[in-house]
Each structure stands twice: as structure tokens, then as C-alpha cells.
Nanobody, 123 residues
Framework: QVQLEESGGRLVQAGDSLRLSCTAS???????MAWFRQIPGQEREFVAT????????YYGNSMKGRVTISRDNALNTLYLQMNSLKFEDTAMYYC?????????????????WGRGTQVTVSS
């Protein structure tokens, strides 16, 4: 059982950097963690995941090379560092916790979700 809350989303300009955070209560270290994003009218899209110990991470294609996922288990916090933001990155960003590692890049791989934080990138 874990509760998740995202923060850090805001309005930024194209080319800017932004760091999102997700604070968890419960057994944070028992779960792989992930970031997804969703544009209105579209399906939720995988951005990145990081395994329980933080040793391995995997990235979706859309933001690969521009984002870094990390976690601090001592602080029960997940991060997403985003750089070189583009207008098309505008979306609601969600953190998630799960244990179905064979579905790490799919919504079905995760059991717990935050409510999201809005990132808006203007030109």
C-alpha cells in the first residue's frame, strides 16, 4: 500500500528545464516507480521507470535523452529531471508504483497512481 503525490509542474518556456517530484507514503522501496504523461484525448504514455533499488532504469521513446528518472528511498521520493522541453511535452504527468516488471512500460504494470501535475510548455 502506497500513496503518491506529484509536485513541480508549472508553465515554462520551450527549451527550459524542470524537475518533477513524487512523494510517497508507505513501503516505497518495495515498488518499481514510473512516470507517465497524458495529453487530453490521448492514452496515457510511458515516460520512464526505475527499479526498486535504483540500479536500473528504462525510458520511453518520446523523451529519451531529455529526461532522467531517479529515486531517493531514504526520502521516499521519486524525481523526473526534464531538459530541453518542447511544446509537445505539454501534458499531465503522473507517477506510479508497481510490481509487474514484465509490463514496466504499460499502465497495466502499476497498481498505484498519483493525481498528476500539469506541465505546460509555451513557445
Amino acid at each position: 500500500q502506497v500513496q503518491l503525490e506529484e509536485s513541480g509542474g508549472r508553465l515554462v518556456q520551450a527549451g527550459d528545464s524542470l524537475r518533477l517530484s513524487c512523494t510517497a507514503s508507505g513501503r516505497f522501496s518495495d515498488y518499481a516507480m514510473a512516470w507517465f504523461r497524458q495529453i487530453p484525448g490521448q492514452e496515457r504514455e510511458f515516460v520512464a521507470t526505475i527499479m526498486r533499488g535504483g540500479r536500473s532504469s528504462y525510458y520511453g521513446n518520446s523523451m529519451k535523452g531529455r529526461v532522467t528518472i531517479s529515486r531517493d528511498n531514504a526520502l521516499n521520493t521519486l524525481y523526473l529531471q526534464m531538459n530541453s522541453l518542447k511544446f509537445e511535452d505539454t501534458a499531465m504527468y503522473y507517477c506510479a508504483a508497481g510490481r509487474r516488471y514484465d509490463q514496466y512500460d504499460r499502465v497495466s504494470g502499476y497498481d498505484y497512481w498519483g493525481r498528476g501535475t500539469q506541465v505546460t510548455v509555451s513557445s
